[in-house]
């Protein structure tokens, strides 16, 4: 079963392709471009590197944000466009639990994200049997109040790799219509 997870909420597009949660294909591209310009050659390039048609996506997985306004939006109308009536399996995940699936700590950490001058959002993490575990809900502020813990913390204003997806718990892909796909922002 091929499964394509693509984060797009900041200046660089990363594109993973697993095959039976295995991973297969990784792509992870800094450009000056904008991604309305790149996304769709991006995807022609994996595709045809991999000998696969759209149509053999069965699950797609979707970084809705918190991110870049524009990132985010350019990125999810090329894949409403892409997999149009194509796909019944999507799922939503957030950017913050992207970035906390690359963390090896044993210890609870918090990761902390500015989206914006004004926009800041965390969470805190642990790792569970193996998955990264949220500790609460995600939450925004001002940065000086995010910073106020006492967990190791881990700011990131930029993607990381999807290629740890599966370490998070399934319960935090939403699963949603292709069309309600929606950023947070």
């Known amino acids: 079963m ?3 997870v693509i984060d797009g909420s900041f200046e660089d597009i990363n594109l993973s392709v697993f095959d039976s949660k295995e991973l297969i294909y990784d792509l992870h591209l800094h450009s000056p471009h904008t991604h309305s310009k790149i996304l769709t050659d991006i995807f022609d390039y994996a595709f045809n590197s991999l000998s696969i048609d759209i149509k053999d996506i069965e699950k797609l997985y979707c970084c809705i944000g918190p991110g870049k306004y524009t990132s985010l939006r350019v990125v999810l109308a090329a894949i409403k466009g ?3 009536e194509k796909l019944e399996n999507v799922y939503g ?6 970035m906390a699936s690359e963390e090896f700590r044993n ?4 990761i ?3 989206t914006s001058k004004t926009k800041t959002y965390f969470s805190d993490y642990v790792l569970n049997n193996g998955f990264v575990e949220r500790l609460g809900e995600i ?4 940065k000086n109040e995010a910073v106020k813990t006492d967990y190791k913390i881990i700011q990131k204003n930029c993607i990381g790799s999807v290629r ?9 892909f939403k699963r949603v219509e292709l069309y ?3 950023p947070v922002y």
């Open 139 to 142: 939450g925004s502020s001002q």
């Open 164 to 172: 740890n997806i599966f370490r998070l718990k399934p319960e935090y």
């Open 2 to 4: 091929k499964e394509l």
């Open 180 to 182: 309600a796909l929606t």
């Open 82 to 84: 892409m997999f149009f």
């Open 112 to 114: 902390v994200c500015e």
């Open 93 to 98: 995940v957030n950017s913050l639990d992207l």
């Open 107 to 110: 210890e609870p950490f918090r």
